[in-house]
């Protein structure tokens, strides 16, 4: 007796939905240096602290004070260098993000993916749904027709389906499109797939289905869906039964039905209809029913932007029995190919837009879609991310061919680029973007695959795209693991992508140092939004559990408002933090010098200084909403680079030179009186000349810092669109004026200051202060912004791309024109791969442009032909620019 048997692969979380679920439920930590340097700056300021615990205890123990004097003075110290409010001042400019996003119906469901976006230079778009409208429109038919020397050719477009008089075969293809699809009636109205919806309205029939009056009735019979052809019909009283149905899947790329026609004797009463891709349904069909120029029809539709889908039957001599049992592989095969439906997906009206101001803020745009490479192709020259200044290449394999070394080979077809009526740029601003991408260097133009070392560094963008399908994308990662990092840093369109070839695309970029967001709609994109480093979702279904980010307007204008919103996050992370070191090393220095004659702060001034000052400015610092553009480059994500820690450390030695000037000075005059420590036993009295001096220009201090380190453009909006903060700062500036020139008695009694009888001296303050801010704004405006930020980290990128590659040979010409070299670029950059990853291992903190610029080297060393991939592959040779490409014929 022979049992069926079956092995169960996986289970649980083992599946790739599994593997999902698992996914959403423990999230991988999110790896951004920001969060990493933030616990080490904090490690560096309780150093600090240390230091000054250090010191309080020689001073203290010097002046033999008590053991719990020495203790509460020491505990004060750390207190005051690392701020307990440090972690909620940090949560402010995420929160108020959060708070924009959602006036603008985009709702996020983990915070700390908002400072992520900041850093966002890849965003990856599913096509049908993202890019395009949700719906296809009907286009047109292509039916197929055997004429008399039983020649098999298309008919010309057909557009009426409500008659089918005019077709050949009957009208077969009308009748597959009727009865093949997965609707059905409830309460009377049709429901089931949009597309199949939209082709069953457009042929005018109408569908029954079987009733069974109890549920136990007939159990084992089929039930069978009636469908009726329209009045208007060639055979109006024509009754046809769908009594099975074998559902779609995207695996089998195609569904089928098995339709019973009472009117037809046997053996043609039963007649399988099946649709699905053109390939797919080519390779089911009997090639002597296919027409011979099937695949130039159906790239023609596909370069066009038109989603296609091939209709076959097959006749079936079995009855009712058998057809409900017979497995669909034994059916599925040898079919008569009936001809094309060809559908239209129009690209949403905002698409065009928000792709040219990605491109214009150096953001790659990248499309990751299931359907034909060519239509995806298409999509993309209409949306602007094939751009018209670049060469494209298709990327394909030839199955079955396999070169010296056992792999599949690769070959490349060079296809045109978009037009240049999709960038609606001025010439000027087209200059600016292209400028930009060369970090404000002049551009170099190479006629030559070669790329000399000296021009390395000037060059981080390609000079072409490439489009490549999910099976020639599996060969590669496969075959060729060499060439996969190159891959993803030039290639652009990726279609036929299955949801795990999604993520592992986006893992790909990830690898290279790319920042990537996806934005996507289905549930084929959920593997790739969770991967991602922000997900976007468009959709309140599946995909809006596995995004932080659910959008409610359902196209990509969300992307750069998460971008620019994710931009001001962080630039007001980094301001905050540095405001709330820069406060902490100030009055750190203030409690020191203090120390010193053994005082210290009064409660009042603590009082002022933290609860007023720092806590109504920390609180309205986010407040100031994200710039109205994208800046052409992300803002900083280190918090321990140069220029942040030159930031910082200059404010303090700023700071402290102001004060140990009113300190010091404030001693020379005739009428200053010296502090003198409260004996033992007595109420301590804190106040003194010194101590007053000091905090009246300390207070000028802490709104300087708020000022100087709330950035405006090109991330942030001005700060006079900050209205809170503005008039916090005239409020603040005022009542300090006040506190410093008239102040009054009960004023000075309740903040613990000491009268100073000198008017001069006043203004002596005043003076400090405006200088101490005037020197803190240029020291901040024009060294750490314009050299360090500017020139300083321009030079640094450079240096770091030409690290890598100074044994870099260049390409010379051999006798007979070719090019030659001692190494190939394959291997070099594979040797840089592993150079970079054995770096990685031996320091994960090496400097930050090394890491930020390993895909801008990858790009430099391709250079301006895609030979990397035809030199691994042993196809041909790329020469010179454009010739002896291997080439299968020119798209359009």
Known sequence: MITDSAIVLRTAYSTLKGQLVRSIMYPKPIDFRFTKDLFKFILFLACISGLGFIYTIIIMVGRKKTLHKIIVRALDIITITVPPALPAAMSVGIINAQLRLKKKQIF???????????????VCFDKTGTLTEDGLDFHVIRPIQKGIDKIVSFLSEVVDLSNRSTLPFDGEIVKAIATCHSLTRINGVLHGDPLDLILFQKTGWSMEEGEVEEETQLFDNVQPSIIKPNKADKFPDAEYSVIRQFTFSSSLQRMSVIVFDPSAERPNNMVLYSK??????????????????YLTQVNAYAQHGFRLIAVARRSLDMNFNKASKISRNLVECDLEMLGLIVMENRVKPVT?????????????????????????????????????????????HLPGELDENGRTKLIITQSVSSSDEVIDDSESE????????????????????????????????SSYHLAISGPTFAVIVHEYPELVDQLVCVCDVFARMAPDQKQQLVEHLQNVSYTVAMCGDGANDCAALKAAHAGISLSDAEASIAAPFTSRVADIRCVPTVISEGRAALVTSFGIFKYMAGYSLTQFVTVIQLYSILNILTDGQFMFIDMFLITTFAFLFGNTPAFSKLANTPPPTRLLSVASMTSVVGQLIIMGASQFLVFQSITYQPWFIEYQPTPEGEEEDKRSMQGTVTFCVSMFQYITLALVYSKGPPYRGSILSNKPLCALTVFAVLLCIWIVMWPHELVNTFIGNVDIPSTNFRIFILLVAVANSFISYMFEAFFVNRFLLGYWERHKKKRSIEKITVDYVPLATGRNGEMQTSRTQTTLLSDELIMTAEKKKRNENENESEDSALFERIISQI??????????????NLNHVGNNIQTLGTSF
């Not at 996020?108 to 890849?122: D, E, F, K, R």
């Not at 928000?354 to 990751?368: H, Y």
């Not at 209409?382 to 990327?395: D, N, Q």
């Not at 400028?435 to 021009?455: F, M, Q, R, V, Y």
């Open 430 to 461: 087209i200059r600016s973007w292209k400028s930009s991408l060369n970090g404000g260097l002049p551009s170099i133009t190479h006629t030559e695959a070669s790329i000399c070392p000296e021009d390395i560094g000037s060059i981080v963008e």
């Open 276 to 293: 699905g891709s053109p390939e797919m349904i080519l390779s089911l069909c009997d090639p002597k029913t296919v027409p011979d120029d």
């Open 352 to 396: 065009l837009g928000v792709i040219n101001q990605l491109n214009r803020a150096n953001i790659r745009t990248v499309m990751v879609t299931g359907d034909n490479l060519l239509t995806g192709l298409s999509v993309a020259r209409e949306c602007g991310i094939i751009r018209p200044s670049k060469r494209a290449f298709l990327v394909e």
């Open 863 to 876: 250079g301006n032909e895609p030979n990397f991939i035809v030199d691994s592959s042993k196809t041909t």
């Open 108 to 122: 996020c469901i983990s915070p700390s993916t908002v400072n992520t976006c900041g850093a966002i230079n890849v």
